[in-house]
């Protein structure tokens, strides 16, 4: 189980360096990645949310980069495109996110994991669906087919896997909250505490003063 943002990198983005990407690919977010591709991750995070204030909010900055980071900063509910990803490497079936799913309701999983009977992930024309059957969890790639391919494991399994995609988020918000201080200084707090709200987890505390 890996948590993914799903990537559509823009050609002309220059604020800062990121790593390049296949439209759409997934890009597990852990502690392992590069600069460039941290940069891609917030990025990615941040272009989620770049979205033009409302009659309520105060107006867009001129600044390019206070431009872009506006909605990631401003914006109560902050959505992520992605979510966990599962692969059977016995069987290599991937249970991939849906159009519906934002990786910002990753922890949702632990509610299903608890006793939840089912979690949808999407539509037509692919409906990725988690269901739970007593202490067994079955992950179907695509409801929507008959025959599609499915992933079992038990709930212990799964809670075990969970584990897992938290410590690499937090590893990966770790990463994050270094690259912003290097990066965007003047920003780096504010940038990694929306960050920790879009990955549920706690804030990062802050840089001691010089």
């Known amino acids: 189980m890996q948590p993914v943002l799903e990537i559509n990198t823009p050609e002309d983005f220059d604020l800062w360096p990121i790593a390049g990407?296949?439209?759409?690919?997934?890009?597990?977010?852990?502690?392992?990645?590069?600069?460039?591709?941290v940069g891609t991750a917030v990025m990615r995070i941040t272009?989620?949310?770049d979205i033009d204030p409302d009659g309520d909010r105060p107006p867009r900055p001129a600044d390019p980069l206070q431009s872009f980071l506006y909605g990631l900063l401003t914006f109560d509910h902050l959505y992520?495109?992605?979510?966990?990803?599962?692969?059977?490497?016995?069987?290599?079936?991937?249970?991939?996110?849906?159009?519906?799913?934002?990786?910002?309701?990753?922890?949702?999983?632990h509610v299903f994991a608890d006793g939840g009977g089912l979690l949808g992930f999407g539509h037509e024309p692919v409906s990725p669906v988690a269901e739970r059957f007593g202490d067994t969890?079955?992950?179907?790639?695509n409801a929507e087919h008959s025959g599609s391919?499915?992933?079992?494991?038990?709930?212990?399994?799964l809670r075990h896997l969970l584990a897992g995609a938290e410590r690499d988020l937090t590893d990966f918000l770790a990463l994050a909250t270094a690259w912003a201080r290097r990066r965007i200084p003047e920003h780096a707090g504010p940038v990694t505490a929306a960050l920790a709200r879009v990955l549920g987890l706690p804030a990062p505390a802050a840089a001691p003063k010089p």
Request: glycine fraction near 10%; hydrophobic fraction near 45%.
């Open 21 to 37: 990407a296949e439209p759409f690919a997934f890009l597990p977010l852990n502690g392992a990645l590069s600069p460039a591709e």
């Open 47 to 49: 272009a989620c949310n």
């Open 80 to 109: 992520a495109a992605g979510g966990l990803r599962v692969t059977d490497h016995a069987t290599g079936v991937a249970f991939l996110p849906g159009c519906c799913d934002g990786l910002e309701d990753w922890r949702d999983w």
């Open 137 to 141: 969890v079955r992950l179907t790639v």
């Open 149 to 157: 391919p499915v992933i079992e494991l038990p709930v212990t399994g």
